[in-house]
Nanobody, 124 residues
């Protein structure tokens, strides 16, 4: 099992940047594919970005491609989401997720472990 705790959310103006962090417990962090999802009020949770176990491969949703970057640091048992050029439509609760499967799933059902989420608000 792994426990996930997100941090780094907050309020920022459009065009600004935020860096989200997700700290993972356990000694087998490198065994997990990691993902970031977001859920806006009244909407479903959607995929934002995912990264492979070794960090060599990453996948992004079209809505964030070129603006967001996912990365991981196995020494710190952490995964990050650097968010640049933020837009009001990026406002959501952002959650990190983990799976022991080898695929970077783009659906919530592909992940087994979830953090509690961190709020991001982008004002216009």
């Amino acid at each position: 099992q792994v426990q996930l705790v997100e941090s780094g959310g907050g309020m920022v103006q459009a065009g600004g940047s935020l860096r989200l962090s997700c700290a993972a417990s356990g000694r087998t962090f490198s065994s997990y594919v990691m993902g970031w999802f977001r859920q806006a009020p009244g909407k479903d949770r959607v995929f934002v970005a995912g990264i492979s176990r070794g960090g060599r491969n990453s996948v992004y949703s079209d809505s964030v491609k070129g603006r967001f970057t996912i990365s991981r640091d196995s020494a710190k048992n952490a995964v990050y989401l650097q968010m640049n050029s933020l837009k009001p439509e990026d406002t959501a609760v952002y959650s990190c997720a983990a799976t022991e499967r080898m695929v970077i799933f783009q659906i919530p059902g592909g992940y087994d472990y979830w953090g509690q989420g961190t709020q991001v608000v982008v004002s216009s």
